[in-house]
């Protein structure tokens, strides 16, 4: 006999608990979020807090347009999560407006470098913004001259000022786009379009590496974006939280314990939102009528756990036997430790792994990628001048996390034995 849809309603309808078949399969079941995707990044908050000084030379960088002139090129910069975007997108939007009532046509445009790293792929990437999706350009295949023209087309079809904001403008290698389209205008290319450029960046030695004649286009007006402090952190959680969640959730001491946390670590208003919002979805899960502090420190575990687990994942199998050689090693209580002896206990579970170790310059490439994320630490030594400078590492993350990470993907890795190993306590 076949299943109908009837019969199979019926066998899902008996597996349901009759409360669920009364009520619905889903409910809304938080009495703790009223609007959790305020927390969320893409939420653009109506009100910037702590960043007076920052928007008042963003607002002077960008007075030309108000004024009807070529505006200026500005370049921003700072570490992650320390309200480039965020003002940008909210002067930008202030701007738009005001321009308006000033009868002055603005076009902003916003391009994420992150997956370009050319001048070509920027230009590409711009005139698909601005064509009919039924002309879209390739990725490749065109002349770069003739790509140079079509952009200039695009831009001076629109018309009025045209402001165009290049995020991770870094990843662009190549940057002669981030001269060529300051100059576009100057050198005749553009006859019925004022353009400026707004490059972001969170690489402070960007700028350091730009060719002077970016330099001095692309970093006409500079504002830099330093770290938030507690206090900071404090007021943009509270003004975020205050829509978020319902009233009466969240109490200071929640708000002060996640922006004390941010403010510690780097000062990032992502890190303490992302944390205030996984402490809301503890709450949540146990039924909590309050987010408390505990909360706040099952939240940060959990947020740990998966950054670790994602590190670990995103490594090469190569990266996980290092990894388990310098966890060995930490288990044992010989780190910090030179990175020629990691190398030998690494070529030990190579050979568990009936892998292939690689050559000690390569496996330090590891070590150094490790520390990168934060997983291990890497002091620098000096033994004077007979010496000479070298690097010892240890761990910087809970061991039984990485090893649970580890244990993930040990099948990949090979070294099941060893794992086991330690797992029995028996290294
Ligand atoms: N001053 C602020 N007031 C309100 N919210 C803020 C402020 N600064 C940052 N935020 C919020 O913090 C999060 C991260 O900020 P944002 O994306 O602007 O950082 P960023 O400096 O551009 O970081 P990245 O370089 O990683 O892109 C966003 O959710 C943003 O809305």
Redesign the pocket.
Known sequence: MGVTLDTLDTVVLCWLPDVMVSMGLFQPDTDIFDRRDVL??D???E?????DEELQQYISALQPVINGDQPANIFLY??????????TRYLLSELKTDAADYGIDLTTVRTNCEDLSTSYQVAIQLINKFRDPSDQLKPTGYPRRQVNEWLWEELDAIGGTIIIVF??VDHIDDDSILYQIPRARANGNLEQSKVGIIG?S?DFKFRESLSSKVQSSLCEKEVQ?PA?NAN?LRD?LR??ADIAFYDGVIPHEVIAKCAAFGAKDAGD??QS?DLLMEAGDVAVEQDADQVCEEHVDEARALLEQSRIIDGVAGLTQQGHLVLYALLMLYEEGETPVRARDVQNRYEIVCKRAATEPLVPRRMRDHLGELAMLGIATRIERNKGESGGRYYEYSLDTNPDLLLEALAETVDMVGVTDAIQTRLDGEI
């Open positions: 969320r990044e939420y653009q908050p009100e910037i807090v702590g960043r700072g570490k992650a999560g320390v309200g480039k975007t965020a003002c995020d991770e972001i969170n974006f938030y900071e943009i003004t975020r208003a992502r939102l």
